[in-house]
């Protein structure tokens, strides 16, 4: 349970720096059950949780309405929190524009 009470510790450093709380109420842009992954927008913040017990997705894709870079600030696949260290931190994703989306959204990650 070390790596879950790293993931928290970060987490909650997240809240301080990026004071996720008391940003916009979050926009649910696709909750899975088959995958087990759930989206959100926050204010300017992007969040994908994979709940999956043993299937990770190289190339899962969702809808969301923000363009521009993003940019990879916490990651749970990280060594420190148990993960097998995939993404590179601070790694940078474009969105694609796509005409065909779910919701309209117009972008797509």
């Known amino acids: 349970f070390s790596a879950m009470g790293e993931f928290d510790k970060a987490l909650m450093h997240l809240d301080e720096t990026e004071c996720v709380l008391s940003r916009t109420s979050p926009q649910v842009l696709q909750a899975n059950e088959g995958s087990k992954v759930i989206a959100f927008e926050r204010g300017e913040l992007?969040?994908?949780?994979?709940?999956?017990?043993?299937?990770?997705?190289?190339?899962?894709?969702?809808?969301?309405?923000?363009?521009?870079?993003?940019?990879?600030?916490?990651?749970t696949d990280q060594g420190a929190f148990g993960g097998d260290c995939r993404l590179q931190a601070g790694a940078q994703v474009t969105p694609v524009s796509s005409i065909e989306w779910l919701q309209s959204l117009t972008q797509s990650l």
């Open 46 to 75: 992007l969040f994908v949780f994979n709940f999956h017990p043993t299937e990770s997705y190289a190339h899962y894709r969702f809808g969301t309405s923000m363009s521009g870079m993003f940019q990879l600030i916490l990651d």
